[in-house]
């Protein structure tokens, strides 16, 4: 990262709660990141750990109530989208930032057709007339490698396979020339060999555009191929932060540790067991005291049950949220 | 990277269509929906082309062919095919002219009640939480009446004509909308698209009606066709209390009041359009349960 370069999407202490009847969940709390132009950053985790709250907090789509941005800033641009007025917001979402979601199954329109969905978001957003809307709808499915798009445009989404439809998730997100994509576990839902199409693509197009990208997964495969910078968040925290080099070569936090060793990678040849990080995540309404990896951590001591670790910064620019390495343990 | 994908190819010959144009395929299978249908547009027919079908003046009088019978029967005559009334008036060009007055009325009625209805059931479904509660304890107070009941309220309210027997019925009719499309809306609220839709930029209006309405529509195409049987059954029967319709307009309800009296004399004079509101009537419900089926998304192949 160049210190002198201003991020394009600065996320400062963000805490995003739920307020249920059974208590406070605290989804993401105080979480930090910046997005540099042209960057992809990777949110990693297990589901639950607060990365697709983080993301829905940044469009500012979180269901309310019960959910509420309680504390922090998100600056894009020089706005504080936090203190942004909706009306303002609905602006700058599908056009200045837009989001491609997990399930491309539902979240396309079932009654409508596909290249009807793309030009609204150009009528919405850019007034375009109906002939040119057409004309950039066709031209956008072209980019995003959808064969005989001027057939295509007029499918309904039944009648599409999940990495087409996927496609035409990611041409919508494009249609405005966003700033930044967020991409919420975009391969999730795809076959194994769709996926690496479906990132691939992604990773072209940020690059051919300069798009920031902020991708969501729980997928260190995905993470190694996409990403530049990481962030590893656990139970709504961040616990590791590098760029994407170091991290595949030395990952700090034991659970980040604990994620890379349960990947098949060089283990499968050898036909070593797998491993597993023991446990699940700790239900967010009731977390432990401390570190909030202690119960499932292999390395944990007196004051990880005691007092919770803040970021640490062992090496320039990698902090790591764990005692293990105060005072260069 | 284009030539990579197989997966993306078209079927040969396959065309695009709207789930509702699949609808409409399934329904044409349906043989008794068919028969619904026919009948309905025998009415429309008979609505549209009134004038050029009745072979008189539904209210031109005759004093010299009073109470005359129906062609076939003794002392009938081609001239009044279906018979005359007391006032020897013809009943046939009576009746087709009522086919008018019960499908302007079903329309009228029908039309309030949707638009009300699919807006406040809408809003309460979309919004939830106290619009949600407000909405719908209103409707409820509404149910509580019987239906007919309240639309006489209604009209001894507005005084009787066939105008304010529209109103009422119409507003009798809005809860119904109401909580089918409610309840639609709640259910495709939580689906992805519309947090998709969001995601793109859309506001609540757009949300609302561009996204989620057409997506609730197979429901209320059923619920509209049924409404227009009972919306037709229930003008009859204000019309029949002397609430609707005023004499000597051929409302088919009217029609039955005054012949109720001679029913003994002059059987042609109820039975005629008592039939005609029973096909009406038939009708839209074939159609109806017809076109329930053929939405049924289960059946969808």
Same mark, same amino acid.
């Given at each position: 990262m160049t210190e002198q370069q201003q991020p394009l999407l600065n996320v400062e202490n963000l805490k995003t709660y739920f307020f249920t009847d059974r208590g406070t969940a605290k989804a993401v709390d105080d979480v930090s990141f910046k997005l540099m132009p042209g960057q992809t950053l990777s949110v990693v985790g297990e589901s639950g750990c607060g990365k697709s709250v983080t993301a829905l907090s940044v469009m500012r789509l979180i269901?309310?109530?019960?959910?509420?941005?309680?504390?922090?800033?998100?600056?894009?641009?020089?706005?504080?989208?936090?203190?942004?007025?909706?009306?303002?917001?609905?602006?700058?979402?599908?056009?200045?930032?837009?989001?491609?979601?997990?399930?491309?199954?539902?979240?396309?329109?079932?009654?409508?057709?596909?290249?009807?969905?793309?030009?609204?978001?150009?009528?919405?957003?850019?007034?375009?007339?109906?002939?040119?809307?057409?004309?950039?709808?066709?031209?956008?499915?072209?980019?995003?490698?959808?064969?005989?798009?001027?057939?295509?445009?007029?499918?309904?989404?039944?009648?599409?396979?999940?990495?087409?439809?996927?496609?035409?998730?990611?041409?919508?997100?494009?249609?405005?020339?966003?700033?930044?994509?967020?991409?919420?576990?975009?391969?999730?839902?795809?076959?194994?060999?769709?996926?690496?199409?479906?990132?691939?693509?992604?990773?072209?197009?940020?690059?051919?555009?300069?798009?920031?990208?902020?991708?969501?997964?729980?997928?260190?495969?995905?993470?190694?191929?996409?990403?530049?910078?990481?962030?590893?968040?656990?139970?709504?925290?961040?616990?590791?932060?590098a760029d994407v080099k170091s991290l595949f070569n030395s990952p700090l936090h034991p659970y980040?540790?604990?994620?890379?060793?349960?990947?098949?990678?060089?283990?499968?040849?050898?036909?070593?067991?797998?491993?597993?990080?023991?446990?699940?995540?700790?239900?967010?309404?009731?977390?432990?005291?401390?570190?909030?990896?202690?119960?499932?951590c292999r390395h944990a001591f007196d004051r990880c049950f005691e007092e919770e670790p803040w970021l640490i910064l062992p090496k320039e620019g990698h902090p790591v949220r764990c005692w293990l390495y105060e005072e260069g343990k | 990277m284009n030539n990579t994908i197989a997966e993306g190819q078209i079927p040969q010959g396959e065309i695009s269509h709207s789930p509702l144009y699949e609808a409409i395929l399934r329904l044409r299978k349906n043989k008794i929906a068919v028969a619904g249908l026919i009948i309905i547009t025998i009415f429309l027919i008979m609505a549209v082309f009134a004038p050029w079908l009745a072979p008189h003046d539904p209210l031109e009088q005759s004093l010299y062919s009073k109470l005359k019978p129906p062609f076939w029967a003794e002392g009938g005559e081609w001239r009044y095919p279906l018979g005359t009334d007391d006032f020897g008036r013809d009943l046939l060009s009576r009746i087709i002219y009522g086919a008018r007055i019960s499908m302007i009325v079903g329309l009228v009625a029908v039309?309030?009640?949707?638009?009300?209805?699919?807006?406040?059931?809408?809003?309460?479904?979309?919004?939830?939480?106290?619009?949600?509660?407000?909405?719908?304890?209103?409707?409820?107070?509404?149910?509580?009446?019987?239906?007919?009941?309240?639309?006489?309220?209604?009209? =001894?309210?507005?005084?009787?004509?066939?105008?304010? +027997? @529209?109103? %009422?019925? !119409?507003?009798?009719? $809005?809860? #119904?909308?109401?909580?089918i499309v409610r309840g639609s809306v709640m259910e495709e609220y939580s689906k992805d698209y519309?947090?998709?839709?969001?995601?793109?930029?859309?506001?609540?209006?757009?949300?609302?009606?561009?996204?989620?309405?057409?997506?609730?529509?197979?429901?209320?195409?059923?619920?509209?066709?049924?409404?227009?049987?009972?919306?037709?059954?229930?003008?009859?029967?204000?019309?029949?209390?002397?609430?609707? =319709?005023?004499?000597?307009?051929?409302?088919?309800? +009217? @029609?039955? %009041?005054? !012949?109720?009296?001679? $029913?003994? #004399?002059?059987?042609?004079?109820?039975t005629f359009p008592g039939l005609m509101i029973l096909f009406a009537v038939l009708g839209f419900n074939l159609l109806g349960d017809g076109l329930r089926d053929a939405l049924d998304p289960r059946l969808r192949e």
């Amino acid at each position: 990262m160049t210190e002198q370069q201003q991020p394009l999407l600065n996320v400062e202490n963000l805490k995003t709660y739920f307020f249920t009847d059974r208590g406070t969940a605290k989804a993401v709390d105080d979480v930090s990141f910046k997005l540099m132009p042209g960057q992809t950053l990777s949110v990693v985790g297990e589901s639950g750990c607060g990365k697709s709250v983080t993301a829905l907090s940044v469009m500012r789509l979180i269901p309310e109530p019960p959910g509420r941005i309680v504390e922090g800033k998100i600056t894009f641009n020089g706005k504080d989208l936090v203190k942004l007025p909706e009306k303002e917001m609905r602006k700058i979402r599908g056009n200045q930032i837009s989001m491609i979601f997990q399930e491309p199954m539902t979240s396309l329109n079932p009654v409508f057709k596909v290249g009807f969905q793309i030009g609204e978001v150009l009528r919405l957003h850019q007034r375009l007339e109906k002939k040119e809307a057409r004309a950039r709808t066709i031209d956008l499915l072209q980019k995003v490698g959808i064969p005989s798009p001027e057939s295509r445009a007029d499918n309904y989404p039944h009648q599409m396979s999940g990495g087409m439809r996927q496609r035409v998730m990611i041409a919508m997100a494009l249609a405005c020339d966003p700033q930044v994509i967020i991409a919420d576990e975009p391969t999730t839902a795809l076959d194994v060999t769709i996926q690496a199409q479906i990132l691939e693509l992604m990773r072209e197009l940020s690059r051919s555009t300069g798009t920031s990208v902020l991708l969501i997964t729980h997928d260190l495969g995905v993470v190694a191929e996409t990403a530049e910078q990481v962030v590893v968040m656990y139970a709504g925290r961040i616990v590791e932060e590098a760029d994407v080099k170091s991290l595949f070569n030395s990952p700090l936090h034991p659970y980040t540790r604990g994620l890379m060793r349960s990947i098949p990678g060089e283990t499968a040849q050898t036909r070593a067991r797998l491993e597993a990080i023991p446990g699940v995540v700790p239900s967010l309404l009731g977390l432990p005291i401390g570190c909030k990896f202690n119960d499932r951590c292999r390395h944990a001591f007196d004051r990880c049950f005691e007092e919770e670790p803040w970021l640490i910064l062992p090496k320039e620019g990698h902090p790591v949220r764990c005692w293990l390495y105060e005072e260069g343990k | 990277m284009n030539n990579t994908i197989a997966e993306g190819q078209i079927p040969q010959g396959e065309i695009s269509h709207s789930p509702l144009y699949e609808a409409i395929l399934r329904l044409r299978k349906n043989k008794i929906a068919v028969a619904g249908l026919i009948i309905i547009t025998i009415f429309l027919i008979m609505a549209v082309f009134a004038p050029w079908l009745a072979p008189h003046d539904p209210l031109e009088q005759s004093l010299y062919s009073k109470l005359k019978p129906p062609f076939w029967a003794e002392g009938g005559e081609w001239r009044y095919p279906l018979g005359t009334d007391d006032f020897g008036r013809d009943l046939l060009s009576r009746i087709i002219y009522g086919a008018r007055i019960s499908m302007i009325v079903g329309l009228v009625a029908v039309a309030i009640a949707l638009f009300f209805g699919t807006i406040s059931g809408a809003v309460a479904g979309f919004y939830g939480g106290w619009i949600d509660n407000v909405i719908m304890r209103l409707m409820d107070i509404l149910l509580a009446f019987p239906p007919i009941l309240l639309a006489i309220v209604i009209v =001894a309210f507005l005084g009787p004509s066939l105008e304010n +027997a @529209m109103v %009422a019925i !119409g507003v009798v009719n $809005i809860p #119904r909308y109401a909580r089918i499309v409610r309840g639609s809306v709640m259910e495709e609220y939580s689906k992805d698209y519309v947090q998709g839709a969001r995601a793109l930029g859309a506001g609540d209006f757009r949300l609302i009606f561009v996204h989620i309405m057409p997506n609730c529509l197979a429901p209320l195409i059923v619920q509209t066709t049924l409404g227009f049987a009972s919306a037709i059954l229930e003008a009859a029967a204000l019309s029949f209390l002397g609430l609707g =319709a005023q004499p000597p307009t051929p409302e088919w309800g +009217a @029609m039955l %009041a005054n !012949g109720r009296a001679l $029913i003994l #004399r002059a059987w042609w004079a109820v039975t005629f359009p008592g039939l005609m509101i029973l096909f009406a009537v038939l009708g839209f419900n074939l159609l109806g349960d017809g076109l329930r089926d053929a939405l049924d998304p289960r059946l969808r192949e």
